[in-house]
């Protein structure tokens, strides 16, 4: 596989289908890249490592981009938003009517669960996962089914299946692919052959957040599933890699039928123009992902080394965060973290003896580990 | 009155409840402002007169904001929005818990419609009159109900209170207040009473996304209405006075139960950064309501001295566009526009043969009523 093309793409030139992530970090010289921006880990001084944000800061394209962009801030975005399909088209080897765009993948998240909403729908999605899918149910009533975890922290799609299969009204099955919180894949294949036979009323809502860390072979994009089924939404972001949380950009991959399903739900004028203008240059950028997945690696060496130097557990991650055992009380815990100068992550039931830890820069890391080593000569951890 | 405490608040500094607006062209020097940053007009050299937008570009305080702002650009905007609402808390003398932000005024429109969808709702709104509301009801099973200006192109209250009162279920009456695209006010004092004796399924969408060009001293913003009635949402915008159409920020300001009931249909993690930080800017920068209201009403005259010239009637604008005759078939006329480098107003039925015409620098509106005098040299209108 040529290396440049699966950066740019994520599907590879070999074609679409049947594709399995490469190893990343393998390939990267793997050594800390300094910020480009000296991006402040926040505005306190406090080092932020509780969004799994990307701490490199956008890439220099990208600012580049924006300041370009101030001229036209003014007018409404509608040729910037071209712009971002064009490029995403490209990028992602699909005719621009299977894509649609959101103020982040969180309004992609919003638009699926309005979209599917009605009498008698029913939610099925792990614990723990990510919260936005239910949350955005709030207003509707659906029938929530939550489904723990396998044993091996991966989605159980087996009884996720029975739950859906309860059900005789539209429901959706959220999958996040790798999971946020515990940071490890869920194959493929059982999902492939329930989507198969799964009728239009199911919608398989494929978050792919985090899918540019991962370099498990098992894993898999579902984007090639949405050419000839109208029940999958796969949801991308430009908020992880390239490093673009505060400027909301995220897309949607479906079916033309799904998109047209789902437009009159989406905010109108979206994307705002120097996200659309950071977006698009950001994708010719090529060393931008090889970059983030290297400082990701670094980072994550440190800390699993830390982790097992101290005798904790932690789960195997395929993304820029760690579940990790802090073998105390989380709120505890996480205001000491804060005292030492680091915010981390917030409680995700049931596992609420473990923190979610978002990679910093390497330095940062380093030191976070000092401070482990430190909490637990005060026997805090 | 206190001249700078009005244009920064709009609610003056001598109370909320009661006040019109002051004549604000008036009092402001009637010159010809150069742009700031030199915006372009458009990408393709095209002058572009046909969003409303503010030609001046962004204030410099707000250019100079994002810039700032690009070195925590990866970092979701959670800290942004609660500056923006403090910012706007101070602005409009309410407590920030009357406030919701969204992705421009647009997203305000989006979650109003979603929150009082519901079985047999009805929406009652102005021909012709903004088109959002109409379209995000689209996918729910909304009554719809138009109800034509009067002769004075103003909301025909009397009648969409008749037309509202046939329901039984929840209602939304949309007032765009000034019109667009017919530019005119509606006065409050009709709305306010019914508002009074309306139930609470009945929601008084007041959509104020102009008002800072208004100088008709019978108008009244329905933000002091916010404080006792659960029933009405004011739709504000920085797209317009602001400058800032292409990074997409607007506010709702209701009562806090409204805006409980209201916020899970908002996108999460907005504002987007650069919106945030250029909106806490824009609101510091005490010249540019000033200065864009006298850009604004210099090339309005130079407009409406054309148009009165060649006998082609408009309707008095409150806003920064002018609703105006074209006696010709309104494509034919937009291409011949195009063709001469100005774009112009789409259609607003049943006003086909007239065009909505925003306001662009002076020395463009100068150079389109050139173009005016030469299309009725060819007979072209």
Known sequence: MERRSFL???????GVAGLTATPLAATVAPRAFAPIFNPRASADGVVKLSSNENPLGLSPAARDAIVNGLDEANRYPGNTGDAV???LSDFLGLSRDHLFLGAGSTEILRVSVQAWAGPGARLVYAQPTFEDVPSYSRPFPFEHVTVPLTDDHEHDIGRMRSE???GSGPTIVYVCNPNNPTGGITPVAPIESWMKEAGEQTLFLIDEAYFEFVD???YRTAIPF???????IVVRTFSKIYAMAGIRLGYGVAHPSTVRRIAPFTTRNNPNHLAGVAAVASLTDSELVGRSVAVNAEARDLVTGALDDLGLEYLPSQTNFIMHQI?????TYNNRMMDAGFSVGRPFPPMLDWSRLSMGMPEDMA??????????KKDWI
């Open 226 to 232: 949405v050419k000839d089924m109208p029940n999958v």
């Open 216 to 218: 498990d072979p098992r």
């Open 85 to 87: 399909y064009t490029a």
């Open 164 to 166: 859906a299969e309860k």
């Open 367 to 376: 030191r976070f580990a000092e401070t482990l080593m430190d909490f637990r």
């Open 327 to 331: 073998r105390s009380e989380l709120l």
């Open 8 to 14: 740019r793409t994520g599907l590879a030139g070999v």
